[in-house]
């Protein structure tokens, strides 16, 4: 009993959370067919004296907006596992919402040509052209309403919950991104360097670190040294192009407490840091 039950809890929210998530993606999809359908034809607003309720847009655009909901999951379930559970940023987003437009546009060309032939009409390219920006238009809106908060979740676990085991020998322990101050490499072996100054080696190569961790907060200096952003304390410019990074008092190892960045990485560093 005392076993399966936190199980079973664990479940339940899960259930709970997913069925929450779901109701609010049904709601907005409701509500914007609702829109989009009294503001189609000037019989539709409200207060006009001719108004009917648009009962055939309305069920239309919701199978529309189901079809477009589902490829739309079906490639944030594939960008997600592979782009966003490491990092959320606009490059990436942007390629999701065009990817996901371009397979919506992939359905929508013969499904109207279909249902245009079995209708006895004739496919006029122009038409068909002004229908399809316009669809891209309203999915482009619809596909922002329903997967902004899973974004913006995704992007606040990126950066302040996620964390990252750390194996050394016979112990490990996992720490947060927030409380990691660096990585560093020395006589082969990579530590870790704690917010408080607590140094702890790791059984990781610098260059797997850089492949698991954030790189939104983590930035690979160069071949010693992976630094946090809220670790740098100063940046100067020196000769050559070369920036001079002094990191924050509590790094005691001197041979990393003050870096450069070389002249090929300074914009990289300075794009990375704003």
């Not at 005392?2 to 049904?26: D, E, G």
């Not at 008092?249 to 840091?273: C, H, L, Q, V």
Request: overall charge positive.
């Amino acid at each position: 009993m005392s076993t399966t039950q936190p199980t079973k809890n664990i479940l339940k929210t899960v259930w709970h959370t997913a069925t929450w998530r779901w109701f609010q993606k049904a709601i907005v999809l409701i509500i914007f067919s609702l829109v989009v359908n009294h503001l189609a034809a000037s019989d539709n607003f409200l207060d006009s004296g001719s108004y009917r309720f648009p009962i055939e847009g309305f069920l239309s655009t919701i199978v529309l907006s189901i079809l477009v909901g589902i490829i739309a999951d079906l490639n944030f379930k594939f960008y997600k596992k592979k782009y966003f559970s490491k990092k959320v940023e606009i490059v990436t987003i942007v390629r999701f919402m065009l990817s996901t437009l371009g397979y919506i546009t992939i359905m929508y060309i013969p499904v109207n040509i279909i249902v245009d032939k079995v209708a006895g009409g004739q496919t006029i390219f122009y038409y068909l052209l002004i229908g399809l920006l316009i669809t891209l238009l309203l999915c482009f809106i619809l596909i922002g309403l329903l997967y902004a908060q899973d974004l913006y979740n995704l992007y606040k676990l990126s950066i302040k919950d996620a964390e990252i085991t750390i194996d050394s020998g016979t112990k490990m322990k996992k720490l947060t991104y927030e409380n990691i101050a660096c990585f560093y490499s020395e006589n082969k072996i990579v530590y870790t360097v704690q917010n408080d100054g607590t140094t702890m080696n790791t059984d990781f190569t610098l260059n797997e670190l850089e492949e698991k961790i954030n790189d939104q907060l983590f930035f690979r200096a160069n071949r010693q040294i992976i630094i946090h952003k809220d670790t740098v304390d100063l940046i100067e410019k020196i000769e050559n192009g070369k920036l001079r990074i002094q990191l924050k008092a509590f790094i005691e190892n001197d041979s990393i407490a003050e870096i450069n960045i070389s002249r090929y990485k300074r914009k990289e560093f300075i794009d990375w840091y704003q």
